[in-house]
């Protein structure tokens, strides 16, 4: 009896919901509905990775969801700068919540990336040290080149800039956090990194750090792309 009741219920409440929802009689919150925009500021939940897929295939709604980042950008013509290479709805960023030294491009789909992980990783992580992260320090963003600079083979996600190079960060207290010096370190800097790193797959698709190769000994590096790797 408690069965049938139950397998009733089963039938009657997902079609008692989804009435609700086609008459409007009830609203999805917007952090539950796959059709509403991303929105950083939220915290990420298991819808979040479809909304930033989304972003790479509307240009429009991609650059209206970075105008909620806290990041000084300004949109970039789009323009083929090679063979295989070139800009597609990328932005010039200037600043995020952090300061970040030169000015780099970043595809929208990537820059809305950077901007959940320094609100939804790094400051967080930030507690281990315990400091603010004020600056970023990066080796740059696009390049008309293949993986690994290699002279063949597939081009790196850097060429159509979807890819960004962090070399470290300042504190707000003045420390310097260095891939290069630290990600083997002991103590709360080496911490702060693995978060950093590990935090990082959330939001972009393929990250490489220093554990993948010799190639990425200061480096992390941060794609969107075809390709999901977190090594
Ligand atoms: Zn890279």
Redesign the pocket.
């Known amino acids: 009896m408690i069965a049938k009741l139950f397998a009733a219920a089963l039938l009657v409440l997902p079609a008692a919901a989804g009435y609700a929802l086609w008459t409007g009689s009830w609203q999805l919150p917007d952090r539950w509905n796959p059709w509403a925009p991303l929105r950083i500021e939220e915290e990420p939940h298991w819808l979040t990775r479809h909304k930033l897929g989304r972003l790479g295939r509307e240009p429009a709604l991609c650059l209206q969801v970075l105008g909620t980042a806290q990041m000084r950008w300004a949109p970039v013509p789009d323009r083929v700068t090679g063979e295989r290479c070139g800009l597609a709805n990328a932005v010039r960023i200037e600043r995020t919540q952090m300061h970040v030294g030169p000015a780099f491009v970043l595809s929208c789909p990537a820059a809305v990336s950077l901007a959940l992980w320094e609100r939804h990783v790094l400051q967080p992580a930030a507690a281990l040290l315990p400091a603010r992260v004020v600056r970023l320090e990066h080796f740059g963003s696009y390049a008309c080149r293949n993986v690994n600079h290699a002279t063949a083979g597939r081009r ?1 996600q ?1 060429a159509t800039a979807d ?1 960004l ?1 962090v070399a470290g960060f300042v504190l707000a207290d003045g420390r310097r956090i260095s891939v290069l010096r630290d990600w083997s370190a002991e103590g709360a800097e080496a911490a702060f990194l693995r978060e950093a790193h590990a935090g990082a797959c959330r939001f972009f698709d393929a990250v ?1 750090g220093p554990d993948y190769n010799a190639a990425h000994r200061d ?1 992390l ?1 941060l ?1 969107r792309g075809p390709w999901r790797a977190c090594r």
């Open positions: 790196s850097h890819a190079d490489l480096h590096h794609d």
